[in-house]
Structure formats: C-alpha cells, structure tokens
C-alpha cells in the first residue's frame, strides 16, 4: 500500500483596485485634516503672540503719554495741538508696526456742555487718547485699539479758545457717519491741520480750539461721495455761500456739509436720423451754486470732444443739469433738458443736434403733475409780423400705475387693465398698489403680471422706467419687485421676448437699474 501526504492548501488574498483607492482617499483625507489642524495652530499661536507684542507696544506708547506735560499730549497741527505726530511707524522682535495716534478733547457733561444748559464755556474738560497698531506685513485685517482718558490737574483748558462742530448728512438729511474730514486753520496759533472722521450721528466736535475769524479751512470727503468744502473769496468768487469757518473764544460754532453718493452722465450725441455724432464743444451745468452776486455754480465747464462714443461725467451729485453746445442746436434731448441726475445712478443722455441757425428755440411740453413730456401735444409759434408755424411733440411717455381693472386686456387701451397674471398679484385690496394675495393672513412667496401691449404709434427710442415710488418697503426685502420689458414692430409677434438691462432674459431690471436697453430701440410696440 502506497500512502501518499495530504497536501497543504493555502488561499493567498490581495487588495483590490477599489479598495486601495479608498483607502488612499481614507489617509489623504486624515492627512489634510491633521496638516489644517497644525496650520490652525501654528496660526493661532502666531497671532496669539502679534496681539502680545502689539500690546507691549501699545502699553508702552500709553506709558509715555501719560508721562508728558498734559499740554503736551495732542497732535502736531491737530486739536488739541501738542508734540505726538498721528502716524508712527516702528519694529519691535523684527515685525514692522504702525500705529495711529487719535487725540480728543472731550465735554464732560458733569459740569455743563458748550451751547446747552448751563452752558460750558471751557469745555475742553479731558482728553481722550487712542491708539491703534497694525501689522504691516501680516496680512492683518483689524488693527488692535487701545484708549485711555488724560485730565488736567487743574485749569480745564485755554480760556481764549472755543468749539467747532462739524455735521455731515446727505440729501435726504440722513448722518454720514466715518466721513473724512480735512481741517486746516494755518493763521490761528498754534496752527491748525488735522484730519479726522465723522461720528454715529455723523458730527466731528472740535473743543478747545483756537479762535479764528473765517480762519478754518474745511473739506470733507468719503469714497464713492461728492465732496464739500468751505471756499475762501476770489476774483472769481467775491462771495461764496460757505466762506471759511469761524470760531469764538469760549463759544460754539456749528458748521454742515450735504454730500451724496455719485451719479454720473452718460452722453451719446445723434443727428435727426439717429445716427451718432462727435458731440463737439459744449458745456455742462447744474444749477447748484458755490457763490452768488455773480452766480458762480458747483458745475460749469466746457469740454471740447470728437469722441463720438458716449462721454462718460463722473463724479457728478444729485441736481439738475443743463448741456447747450457750441456750434450747433440741440434739436432734443432724452430725457428733457434739465436731467435729473439722481445720486449714485448712471445716467444715460441723448443729444439730438443740428446745425447752427439764428436764434434757435427749442420748447419742451411736460405734464404739470408729474413733469413728464407729453405726446401729440400742438405748439403753435406767432409773432407780429405775422410768422405763423404749427409742430406737434412726439411720443413722450407711458404711465400706469393701476391694473385694479382686471386682466384680459390685449392692447392698453383701459388704463387700469392689463394681459395676464399668475393669481398670486392682489391689484384690488389697494388701489394703485401691487402686493402678493395672501390666505389667512399668510402671503404668496412670489408672483407675477403682464402688462397689456402699449402701440406709441411710431418706432421709438426708450430711455427709463420711472418707479413710483423709487423704494419698496424694507419688510419686502431687496429686489422684491423686478421687471422685464419686451418690444416688437408688430402688435401680435409670435412670442414676444422679455429682457432686462443687458439685453437678454438672465437679468432684470430694479430700482438701482432705471435706463432702458439701447437694444430696445427702434420699435413701435411696448
């Protein structure tokens, strides 16, 4: 018998493609977690450290205020004047810092304030210092801030000196609060040049400073703002409406600027034919003034172009202006002259020209209501030699602001009708109003209507929307009511395509976009 040995069978396992990329993923991912985790920490502790050494510094430079004469510690030119610049760029452990220097004179209200009850004629009770050091290469964000308070130990201040209060709000009477502000005084002792910012209530209050008549030069200024300032006399303006600011020994003086967010004019020049031109020589005013008797007004210049793509105005404020051109007639303008230029709105402006002729007149007929120019109005011209000329006025405008009519409305001849809605638009429950329907007091999140087909009669250029009103309640939120416009040169196209301000149907128009897409232009129906 022949015995043979039982074999031994072993079953060999290997990964598989899956699994081995998985578990790359598994490592790759603990991996980046615990690399972030020491990146979070080395940071940490890099900042942890920049904030003890910027605090070093600061105590410091605290320590040595607190050390000099009181009548020391100010600003150099500033208010109060004393021997500190404002900007001071040092090294500590090899990191570059530089450190802004803010000194104020304060009114305590314990023993009265200048200008109220009773009044404090030497205000100047204390002073409030504060220091503020940031990184220069650290890619630091938010400078550390350190302050204290420094009092006299006897007289509060100088009796020769007084207040100055500057306000600053814009054209709806609303505070500029962080608005820059520039103050130089250069023959009052010691001089005057500082600069500093608005407060919450938008106020910059100088106390204990020098007395001066019209001595104080003051500008004021913020990014994306018009700028104001005060405006000694010249030859060319001998009487300004804000002359240099005064201050009175032991009394108060309140001085206010109005600046406004930028607008600017958007100035495309065309013939009769609607084909654009080089707007040539032609000057721009608004009808804001800086001075009077003569007039001298906050715009007035004169620009001579061959530029015949459009000539971009900026910064311009909020106000009325007026374009008249040398060489030529201005035949129209859309919109009518003067234009309105609302603060922080782009404005686009077509000049319609011609040649030059002897006495021109152009005659614009508006709405007494609303301002607005009205179509197919007769303006007849006659004189006492018996010249007689009858024109009429094209198309001026569209307006509806009620739809409480219904839908069903093709063409716009009701104007309280219109085409279409989704169901969820109330136009009933308050007439000349639009709001979303609601259902046991809870309203629909969105809706939509569609106005009837407006014929104007020719192929027409258009220019804005006018919104009425311009702001939608805050509760509404932002961009609650959006619009999109469609024109075609027949009244019933196949579809008609809704757009908004670039053209196509991915936008839409809103209150921060009135002008109406040149795209539009040269069709009948709206």
């Not at 504060?130 to 650290?138: D, F, G, L, Q, V």
């Not at 999109?484 to 196509?504: I, L």
Request: charged share 10%; with cysteine.
């Amino acid at each position: 018998m022949i015995f043979y040995p039982k074999k031994s069978i072993r079953t060999h396992h290997g990964f598989s493609l899956v699994e081995v990329i998985v578990a790359l993923g598994i490592f790759a991912i603990v991996s980046i977690g615990i690399y972030s985790s020491i990146i979070f920490v080395f940071k940490a502790v890099y900042n942890s450290r920049l904030r003890i050494v910027e605090s070093s510094v600061l105590n410091d430079q605290m320590e040595i205020i607190r050390n000099m004469n009181y009548n020391d510690v100010g600003i150099v030119n500033g208010s109060p004047t004393g021997v500190l610049n404002r900007i001071v760029t040092m090294t500590r452990d090899n990191i570059p810092f530089t450190i802004t220097q803010t000194i104020r004179s304060v009114d305590d209200p314990y023993d009265g304030t200048i200008g109220g009850t009773p009044n404090d004629t030497d205000p100047a009770d204390y002073k409030l210092v504060e220091e503020s050091i940031i990184c220069n290469n650290c890619a630091q964000k938010n400078p550390l801030v350190l302050d204290t308070t420094i009092a006299p130990k006897f007289l509060e201040g100088d009796p020769k000196n007084g207040a100055l209060f500057i306000q600053v709000f814009d054209g709806n009477a609303q505070d500029i609060q962080g608005a820059t502000v520039h103050v130089v005084a250069s023959s009052v002792s010691p001089p005057i040049d500082l600069t500093d910012t608005t407060d919450n209530q938008g106020y910059l209050k100088l106390v204990s400073i020098p007395a001066g008549q019209n001595a104080y030069n003051i500008t004021v200024t913020k990014v994306g703002y018009t700028s104001a300032q005060t405006i000694s006399s010249t030859i060319q303006n001998p009487n300004p409406l804000r002359p240099p600011a005064s201050v009175v020994a032991q009394g108060l003086s309140n001085v206010s600027f109005s600046i406004n967010k930028v607008g600017t004019l958007q100035v495309v020049s065309e013939d009769t034919t609607c084909n654009q031109t080089a707007i040539g020589t032609f000057t721009l005013r608004g009808t804001k003034l800086i001075g009077q008797n003569p007039d001298v007004y906050v715009v007035n210049k004169t620009f001579s172009t061959n530029v015949t793509s459009p000539v971009i105005f900026s910064p311009l404020g909020g106000d009325a202006y007026n374009i008249s051109l040398s060489g030529g007639d201005i035949i129209g303008t859309i919109p009518m002259q003067p234009i309105q230029l609302i603060p922080g709105v782009t404005q686009p402006v077509q000049i319609i020209t011609g040649s030059g002729t002897i006495n021109p007149w152009l005659v614009d007929v508006v709405n007494a209501s609303d301002g607005q120019p009205v179509s197919n109005a007769i303006v007849t011209v006659t004189s006492s030699n018996g010249y007689v000329q009858t024109f009429t006025t094209g198309v001026g405008h569209i307006r509806q602001t009620d739809w409480s009519g219904g839908s069903g409305q093709t063409t716009s001849t009701d104007p309280t009708k219109y085409a279409i809605d989704d169901g969820h638009v109330d136009v009933h429950s308050s007439v000349g109003n639009m709001e979303l329907t609601s259902t046991g007091g809870i309203y629909d999140t969105s809706g939509w209507l569609e106005s009837s087909v407006y014929d104007l009669g020719i192929s027409a250029n258009f220019v804005n929307l006018v919104w009425q009103p311009l702001a939608q309640p805050i509760a509404t939120g932002a961009d609650s009511i959006r619009l999109q416009v469609a024109v075609s040169n027949s009244s019933t196209p196949a579809t008609w395509n809704f757009v908004g301000p670039d053209g196509t149907n991915n936008t839409y128009y809103n209150s921060n976009n009135l002008a109406l897409s040149q795209t539009l232009n040269g069709n009948r129906y709206f």
